[in-house]
């Protein structure tokens, strides 16, 4: 390479590592939780699998960038640790934050990997044709496990009693709706504000899908986001939520992935106050019509709500720190990345495409088995975008000089 190429990549490189610092502090030093989270200690031990994912996820562009500009992999591990470690005690001075040395340990491995990243690139952007199959393999593997897992995780996942339900909740840091609830009901059986008399009938019901109902006093759309109703578990776990953000109407429950440590179940129906002035009655309901739900207000009902293939993302990233409207695109580019390694490995070939049909196959057999909502082509086309983009990647580093 020429000395001002050599130059050119180096002041990219650099770019990249301001780039990246700048995302990381944006990300970590503001302040925080998201809307109605749970509050927490300052200082966090193991903290959730979620947690883990995203403090990886952070940094890896970081060591992607250190490596570009030519620093060693023990150093790339060392700046992570660092600026993680200065980063998490700054944290304890900040509202809302918490920190851990597992996030600094994690960050650390995200700088790592991507490193890792960088330094192996020739082996997995221009693998010869055994290797390119092996990868496929993996890609596929990966692919199927975010589609399946998505369909598996959003199940509900509620624990044993004793339950309390709670009116207008003020638990944690959720603020409570200024409206009073007179009345809620599950499948017929009162919740009162207390202790839920039979729990294993409650369990049952909301596991099968009936309709939980709340009457309640409306005083307007919710300045933010504001609890009207929550079912919650003797260890003050959340099981199902029901609040107001702005206009909206939203749902969360306790699925498999929050049971694991990773994000609840979060559905939204747009706009569904709009309309609702004060100190006027509203009747709310919410139940599971096949893999939908259905969340109301009076006599406006928003069915067809729940996940699509490409809601793997919601499971680690918290879905109401995003602006409602970015959901199908986040679906949509979720399931574009997944399939641009499927285009990156594809070699023409009888086992290639059969890779693709398996790899089409769960965006048709799980909505068809009621696991799914059915995959919408914006979802399709997006999948064949991300693999059309892997395929030009490729074939545009195999015709570099020098390529394998």
Do not use: K
């Amino acid at each position: 390479m020429s000395t001002a190429g050599g130059n050119a990549q180096r002041r990219l490189a650099e770019g990249l590592v301001i780039a990246a610092l700048l995302t990381i502090a944006a990300l970590t030093l503001g302040p925080a939780p998201a809307p109605g989270a749970p509050v927490g200690p300052r200082i966090v031990v193991l903290g959730s699998l979620a947690d883990v994912l995203r403090n990886v996820a952070l940094y890896v562009p970081l060591g992607l960038a250190l490596a570009l500009r030519g620093t060693g992999a023990r150093l790339t591990w060392l700046c992570g640790f660092a600026l993680a470690a200065v980063i998490e005690i700054a944290q304890l001075a900040i509202p809302g934050r918490a920190s851990s040395p597992d996030d600094a340990l994690a960050n650390a491995l995200g700088a790592g990997l991507g490193h890792a990243l960088v330094r192996t690139a020739p082996h997995w952007l221009a693998p010869a044709r055994a290797s390119a199959r092996r990868l496929e393999r993996l890609a596929l593997g990966v692919w199927l496990a975010s589609v399946g897992l998505g369909a598996a995780l959003t199940a509900p996942a509620l624990t044993a009693g004793p339950w309390y339900a709670h009116w207008n909740p003020a638990l944690g840091t959720l603020v409570p709706y200024a409206g009073p609830v007179l009345e809620a009901t599950l499948a017929g059986q009162a919740l009162v504000h207390g202790a839920v008399p039979e729990v294993a009938a409650a369990r049952e019901a909301l596991g099968a899908g009936e309709a939980l109902r709340v009457r309640a006093i409306s005083a307007g759309p919710a300045v933010g986001f504001e609890a009207i109703f929550l079912v919650s578990d003797a260890r003050d776990r959340e099981l199902v939520l029901l609040a107001l953000d702005g206009e909206d109407l939203v749902y969360r429950f306790r699925s498999r992935a929050r049971a694991l440590g990773l994000e609840p179940a979060v559905l939204r129906a747009r706009g569904a106050w709009r309309g609702a002035g004060s100190e006027t009655p509203v009747a709310l309901g919410v139940w599971r019509a096949g893999a939908s739900l259905c969340l109301a207000r009076d006599a406006s009902v928003s069915c067809g709500l729940g996940f699509s293939a490409g809601s793997g993302w919601t499971l680690v990233l918290p879905v109401l720190e995003f602006p409602p409207g970015l959901a199908t695109p986040l679906d949509a580019l979720w399931l574009a990345g997944l399939a641009l390694p499927l285009g990156l490995w594809y070699r023409a070939g009888a086992a290639s495409r059969l890779v693709l049909a398996l790899a089409a196959a769960p965006l048709v057999v799980l909505p068809a088995a009621g696991l799914l909502l059915p995959t919408p082509l914006p979802l399709w086309l997006a999948a064949a975008a991300g693999w059309l983009a892997g395929r030009l990647l490729g074939a545009g580093v195999s015709a570099r000089p020098g390529s394998a």
